[in-house]
């Protein structure tokens, strides 16, 4: 008779694969947040220098 133990697809096994998934697809996502993050916040820098290089050589009226 087969222990429950030793079983591959026992519901403890594929719990923990799941886990696994999960854990490494939240890994994922988070390096994405983080990528998006500073991808975003180097445009707003780069943006704001271009305005201020625009504002100081603005022609005086």
């Known amino acids: 008779m087969p222990d429950a133990e030793g079983d591959?697809?026992?519901p403890d096994n594929s719990q923990q694969a799941?886990?696994?998934r999960?854990?490494?697809e939240e890994?994922?996502?988070e390096r994405k947040v983080w990528y998006f993050?500073?991808?975003f916040l180097f445009g707003i820098h780069l943006v704001a220098f271009v305005m201020i290089y625009a504002v100081?050589?603005?022609p005086n009226k």
């Open 8 to 10: 591959p697809a026992s």
């Open 18 to 20: 799941l886990d696994k």
């Open 22 to 24: 999960r854990l490494a």
């Open 27 to 29: 890994t994922r996502n």
């Open 37 to 39: 993050l500073g991808y």
């Open 56 to 58: 100081m050589h603005a």
